[in-house]
């Protein structure tokens, strides 16, 4: 791999810096904006730019899919086959994989019908490694923080973020520390940071609190931040884009929709669809639409304000991944929606439910933050926002088994309160009544198994 090639911009103020000069709380010491890695092929990322300097189109695809039956480590991960996009480490010795990405990109027949749609695609980015989307981001920012030569590396997280980090560092033999918000995210989560053996922290405060304490902390300590504020985890993170037209024979697909929390995910994504414009790689670019839950929907006040302005809210939803109310990469997330003419919607407690157990129902399943991105796109069809022959990709970002004890309530039908259960229209009650699988318990013996079985069979006949 060629030593790192790449420049670190101000989305704010423009000023660019290079990637060692960043300060350990990655913001603009002028006006305190993100960066965005750039390369000399990125928009505007270099003044010198010829088209001398950019990557062969052609070539890159066919090396990118070569790789794929090479037998090493940075070759088989669904991140580093595409290296030649995220030149940020210098040495490449300092890599830590797990073999992330490579996910699969599943049809979704039964999601479609219902939703009315000729054929609906879900990328499962849950099954990455450690189950969620940000695998693909850690590998990249955890390998900078070992080509920096860091011991110590932190994150404040909703558990995902968390989880991964904990196995990356733990890969790397670095140390980590963990800042999440007590009793607010699903015990999965929380097993894995212990399991790969993180100093794991609850904070007693909402996860925009742990951030707080963390910013503080990485300012007197040599601590690495690894939060989505580090632009190093999106450029892992763009790389499902790749993966997406790669497994599109590369035909754009139309819409892909994205949920939203402290959105660096629908930012990243956006980057690396911009990117394989850029280069040629692909002839246009698809619109991102991002979805909230109700309880923390700070973007979509932002993006129906006319004025548009963007107020932090005090987050609650179940989807507890998403549970975020002052998103840190917003100004990133809004420039995609402007840039390539998506949406923005909100989803209800409700709404997300029944598209989890519809999610589920396909089997292929998903974390509750993920489900909304099923839910929105009922609403985005219903606004004629996505019209049927439109080819949609919902990006699934954690897996099913991250939060089983919200999968379990809903089924014996104790996820939503009685006032919620109220809101629910006729239709979607039939649905909901359709898709709960509550286990039931008999007597150890056949005839009373077979006469449960013939009930159920009766039951269920018409559905
Ligand atoms: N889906 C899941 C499963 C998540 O864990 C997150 C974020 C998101 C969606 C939203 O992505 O923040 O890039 O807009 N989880 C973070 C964490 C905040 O700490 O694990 P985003």
């Known amino acids: 791999m060629k030593a790192a090639t790449h420049n670190l911009r101000c989305t704010e103020c423009g000023a660019v810096i290079t ?44 090396l990118w899919q070569e790789r794929r039956t090479s037998t090493l480590p940075v070759d088989q991960s669904g991140v580093w086959r595409f290296r030649d996009l995220l030149p940020i480490v210098e040495d490449p010795e300092n890599i830590v994989t797990l073999r992330e990405g490579n996910t699969p990109l599943y049809e979704m027949p039964r999601c479609a019908k219902a939703v009315g749609l000729d054929w609906l695609l879900a990328k499962h980015q849950g099954m990455n490694p450690t189950g969620s989307f940000k695998d693909t981001g850690m590998t990249a920012a955890l390998s900078v923080a070992a080509d920096r030569k860091f011991e110590w590396v932190a994150c404040a997280s909703t558990g995902n973020t968390s989880a991964a980090m904990a196995a990356y560092a733990a890969r790397a033999g670095l140390r980590c520390i963990v800042f999440i918000p007590e009793g607010k995210i699903a015990w999965g989560k ?105 309880g923390a929907n700070p973007l979509y006040r932002w993006f129906i304000d006319e004025n548009r302005v963007m107020r932090p809210v005090k987050a609650d939803t179940r989807a507890t991944a998403i549970r975020i109310g002052n998103p840190a990469s917003w100004r990133k997330a809004a420039n995609v929606i402007d840039a390539l003419g998506g949406w923005c919607e909100q ?72 006032a919620e259960k109220a809101q629910i229209g006729e239709a979607d009650q039939a649905r909901h009544e359709a898709l709960r699988k509550p286990p039931i318990v008999l007597e150890a013996d056949s005839d009373v198994v077979l006469h449960a079985l013939e009930s159920h069979m009766k039951m269920t006949q018409h559905v």
Request: proline letters at 5%; glycine letters at 8%; hydrophobic letters at 40%.
């Open 19 to 62: 990637g060692d000069a960043v300060n350990s709380i990655f913001r603009c010491p002028d006006c305190n904006g993100l960066y965005d890695v750039i390369y000399p092929w990125s928009p505007n990322g270099s003044t010198a730019i010829s088209n001398d300097n950019l990557p062969n189109a052609s070539a890159l695809r066919w």
């Open 190 to 294: 929380l097993s894995q940071s212990m399991d790969y053996g993180a100093f794991t922290v609850q904070l007693k405060t909402d996860f925009d609190g742990c951030v707080r304490i963390l910013t503080d902390l990485v300012t007197r300590f040599p601590i690495y931040l690894l939060n989505s504020v580090n632009p190093y985890r999106l450029e892992g993170q763009k790389t499902p884009a790749f993966e997406i037209l790669e497994q599109l024979d590369w035909q754009v697909p139309d819409h892909i929709i994205v949920p939203g929390g402290n959105l660096a995910n629908s930012s990243a994504l956006g980057k690396g669809f911009i990117e394989m414009h850029r280069l040629g790689l692909i002839q246009r670019i698809p619109k991102v639409s991002i979805i909230q839950a109700e």
């Open 347 to 418: 989803v209800s407690e409700q709404e997300i439910a029944l598209a989890k157990a519809q999610i589920g129902a396909e089997g292929i399943g998903c974390e509750p933050a993920s489900a909304v991105t099923f839910a929105g796109l009922k609403k985005l069809v219903a606004l004629g926002k996505v019209q049927r022959e439109e080819r949609t990709v919902l990006i699934l970002t954690g897996h099913t088994l991250k939060d089983s004890q919200y999968t379990i309530d809903y089924h014996r039908g104790e996820l939503l309160t009685e």
